[in-house]
């Protein structure tokens, strides 16, 4: 079905729910978590040998990111656990989406967790939304336009363009609405 327009109020909300349904979440106890902690381990000791002990004691404020390299390096043993793992709910609907771009994830390891999550979100699979010619966004929080490209896949040009009307003035509530006009051609 094709999408003319798409409305999104409260967009600024909606990206973290986005976000999260690319995202495998691995709980500590899970064997992939164990298996990838043992996999980037020595990496990790390599960005902070503290914080890899809070690791290992299960501190919750404890967390390390897996270096760019490293991830790089070791990506085909990554695939390979998460493969043999595809049937965890905690890696299931995620996978899906994000199995052919795990090059592009990061790796985020905590005491409690392992995340692993695409730096940008691949909107292009939610087709009705990333093929509409017009998408209107809606925000009253909008502090910071990066997740409008990262989240939605807008271009800079789009974001750094957003409709105003000129005449108003502060009145301490503000639309700010940021138009999408189709796909390049």
Known sequence: ME???VV?????ACIDT?????TIRLSKDTAPYKEIFELFEA???????AHLEEIRKNEYEAFLSVPYWSWQDKIQEVAKILVNHKDLPAIGFAWEAIKDRIAD???IISGYSLEISPYFNPIELFGSFHAAKHRVLM???TNNDAFFIKGLGFSIDTVKNPIVYEKEKWSGEKMILVPYFGLPT
């Open 3 to 5: 999408v003319d327009s």
């Open 8 to 12: 999104l109020d409260d967009s600024h």
């Open 18 to 22: 986005i976000r999260e349904s690319f």
């Open 43 to 49: 990496d990790l000791e390599m960005q902070g040998i």
């Open 105 to 107: 994830c990061q790796c």
């Open 139 to 141: 925000s009253a929080t």
